[in-house]
C-alpha cells in the first residue's frame, strides 16, 4: 500500500539543462558576453555529482545545494571567459536552479497524483529550491523532504530513510519516483517501492534513461502514464 | 516587502479543543468509556508546554511533538481511569492531533493568501502532523517548516530564524501569524514581521486573545479579513 510519492526532480521532473542553458545565455548577453547555454549547463552540472561526493564521504559536513551550486560555478567560470562577472551577476546565475521548467507532462501528472497521495521531493535541492521550483511550474508538494531535512545527499540511505520517518511512514509505504537508475537502485536498497519515468533527452537528445537498467515496481514513460499507472 | 507567511496551528488554524474531545468520546465510546472529553481535551493539553520545557531548557534533546503528546497522554489517562487501554487505543488517541478541524474561515482564507504568499507553518508540530491537518482540512503548505526541521520549540528563537532561513529569506520578509500574543512576541524579536488572528474560543468560550497584548503589524478577527488586509 503505497501512500506517499518521493520525487527525484533535477531531470526528472524538471529540465535543468535547457532551462539553464537558456537563463544564463538570456541574463548574460546584455553584458556583452555571447555564451554557448548548453556547454555552460553541461559544464555547471559536470561539477554536481563531485561537489556532492565531499559531503557523501564524509570529507565536509553538509552543506545546502545552492551553496555547491555557487562553489561550482566559481570553478567554471574562467573556463567561459567569464572571471570578471560581478557577486550580483553570479547570485543572479545561482538562482537559476529556483525557476527551472518541467517537463511539459510534470504539471498536470503531478496534479493527478496530488489527489491518492502524499508528494514530496526526494531531491538534493534544499528546501527553498524545491518551493520555488513548485511555484514556477504550478504544482504541490505536502512538504518538502530530501537532502536539507536529512542533511545527506543521495544515493546516501539516510536520504531516503529520514524522508519516510518525516511521514510516520515505512519505507515500503513510500514509492521513490526518478529518471535514473541509480537513485532508483539505492531507494529500493532502503525499501522503498520504485517508479521510473524516461527522460530521454536529459543531457541532450537521446542521452537519457528510455528505460530502467534495474528492477523497479512501475516504469512509465512520462508523469500522465505514471498518474495512470497509480490509478489516479 | 513580506514574502512568505509563517503561520502558529494549534489555536490559531485548527481548533484542538473542540475537536480532541468529540474524537476521543467517539473513539472510546465503543470501549465503554464515557469520558468527559472536554476535561480530558484540556487535560491533554496543560502538559503540553511543560513537556516542550524540557527541551527548550535543554534538559532533553529534541523530541517530535508526537511523541511529547504520547508520553503526555500516558500521564493523564489514570485521571481518567483509563489506564488499562491497549496499546492500539492510546496510538489511535495520538493521532487525533493530525486530523484536527480548522476553524470555520480558515481554508478558504489560506486559499487566497496562498495566491501572493509562500505559507508555511511554524509550529511545534511535527512535520507529518502539519502535512495530515492540511490534507485534512484542504488548504496548501509550501512546505513545512518550525520545530522539526529547526530542532528547537517555539519561543525559541532558533524556531523563527530557521524557518526563514530555509526559505532564503530575511526575517523582516516573513511573518508570524498566530492568535498568542507570546508567540508574535518572540517572532517580532528575531526580526519577523507579527499578525494577530482572534481566536477568543480556543480554550472555551471567553478564554483566548480577542486582540494582541503586543504591538504587531496587523490584527485581524479571522483569515478572512487578514487575506483581505494582505491584499489578496
Known amino acids: 500500500m503505497i501512500s ?59 552543506v545546502r545545494l545552492d551553496d555547491l551550486h555557487r562553489e561550482n560555478l566559481e570553478r ?11 557577486a550580483e551577476t553570479r547570485e543572479a546565475l545561482n538562482r537559476i536552479w529556483h525557476r527551472l521548467d518541467a517537463w511539459r507532462d510534470v504539471p498536470a501528472g503531478m496534479r493527478r497524483l496530488y489527489v491518492k497521495y502524499r508528494l514530496a521531493p526526494v531531491s538534493n535541492g534544499n528546501i527553498s529550491i524545491m518551493v520555488d521550483l513548485a511555484r514556477h511550474n504550478g504544482f504541490f508538494w505536502d ?17 531516503y530513510l529520514a524522508s519516510a520517518r518525516a511521514l510516520d511512514l515505512e519505507p515500503s509505504s513510500c514509492m521513490m519516483v526518478a529518471a535514473h537508475s541509480s537513485d532508483l537502485a539505492a531507494a529500493a536498497k532502503c525499501g522503498l517501492k520504485t517508479a521510473h519515468v524516461a527522460r530521454p533527452g536529459e543531457h541532450g537528445p537521446g542521452t537519457g534513461e528510455t528505460k530502467p537498467t534495474v528492477k523497479v515496481d512501475f516504469a512509465a514513460s512520462d508523469m500522465g502514464e505514471l498518474a495512470g499507472m497509480m490509478g489516479t
Do not use: C, N
Request: charged residues 25%; glycine residues 8%; hydrophobic residues 45%.
Open 76 to 86: 567554471i567560470l574562467p573556463r567561459f571567459g567569464l572571471d570578471k562577472l560581478s
Open 143 to 159: 512538504t518538502v523532504l530530501g537532502a536539507e531535512i536529512a542533511r545527506a545527499y543521495k544515493p546516501s540511505p539516510e536520504a
Open 4 to 62: 506517499a510519492l518521493f520525487f527525484d526532480v533535477f531531470g526528472t521532473l524538471v529540465d535543468w539543462r535547457s532551462s539553464v542553458a537558456r537563463e544564463a545565455k538570456t541574463l548574460l548577453a546584455p553584458l556583452g558576453h555571447q555564451l554557448d547555454g548548453t556547454a555552460f549547463a553541461d559544464a555547471w552540472r559536470a561539477e554536481y555529482q563531485p561537489s556532492m561526493e565531499e559531503v557523501r564521504s564524509g570529507k565536509r559536513g553538509y
